[in-house]
């Protein structure tokens, strides 16, 4: 089974409209964490938001919002007023324990993001 | 501060030639990883060290991939007689034990 989803291969925006991209996962480990980073075309990986599986509130981090719903193991990036910038592509990602000492992170598909003027 | 930085950034290379692919991590990071992205797909776990040791090399496909970190810093991965399906992007990632994960550029490697 997929560990992380991404059933969105591309999605459209307005620039300053706001913009969700979804993510699902599989773990039975109680303690994980969920990532989100965005790939530009130059293809560095640039580290956005964070949300640990214990965590009560969900995270945010600037224009990022993570909307965390447990028992739907989603974990969702909103993007607010986005802006040209923010074409890009998006990968979820999980870190848990079973992966081993490494705490590898594994990855979805990813979401190519297009933000229109 | 300086983040991840990876040598070189493309490189290619004819099948069965030897590559070394380096990446200098963010300083005081403990923790080093190397990915293996193929395009259209997120990156896959290649090889995990913390310090100078391979803590964990479970990702590493076949016995011609190898990396070492000999003074738990700067990391090179090896490749031995490439072929054509190991062109993709690597990219190596640096975090202080058990934190966030911050990649470098990448290095996009060609064999022809």
């Known amino acids: 089974a997929q560990k992380i989803t991404q059933t969105q291969p591309g999605m459209f925006v307005q620039e300053k409209e706001a913009v969700t991209l979804d993510c699902t996962y599989d773990?039975?480990?109680?303690?994980?964490?969920l990532f989100w980073y965005k790939q530009p075309s130059s293809g560095e990986m640039i580290f956005l938001i964070y949300q640990g599986s214990y965590d009560q509130q969900n995270a945010t981090e600037g224009r990022y919002s993570l909307n965390f719903q447990k028992a739907r193991k989603s974990a969702n990036l909103v993007i607010s007023a986005s802006q040209l910038g923010d074409s890009a592509m998006y990968f979820c990602a999980m870190r848990e324990p079973s992966s081993g000492s490494a705490r590898q992170l594994t990855f979805g598909s990813g979401t190519q993001l297009t933000v229109l003027p | 501060g300086a983040g991840v930085s990876q040598t070189p950034s493309n490189k290619v290379t004819e099948k069965g030639k030897y590559v070394e692919l380096r990446c200098d991590p963010i300083s005081g990071h403990t923790a080093l990883y190397w990915y293996r992205q193929s395009l259209g797909q997120g990156p896959e776990f290649l090889i995990y060290f913390q310090g100078t040791g391979a803590a964990d090399d479970s990702g590493l496909p076949n016995d011609r991939f190898f990396a070492v970190r000999p003074e738990g810093s700067v990391s090179t991965l090896k490749i031995q007689r490439t072929e054509r399906g190991d062109s993709a992007m690597y990219l190596c990632?640096?975090?202080?034990?058990?934190?966030?994960?911050?990649f470098g550029p990448g290095t996009r490697l060609t064999v022809l």
């Open positions: 773990t039975s480990d109680p303690s994980y964490g």
């Open positions: 990632a640096s975090s202080p034990s058990g934190g966030t994960q911050y």
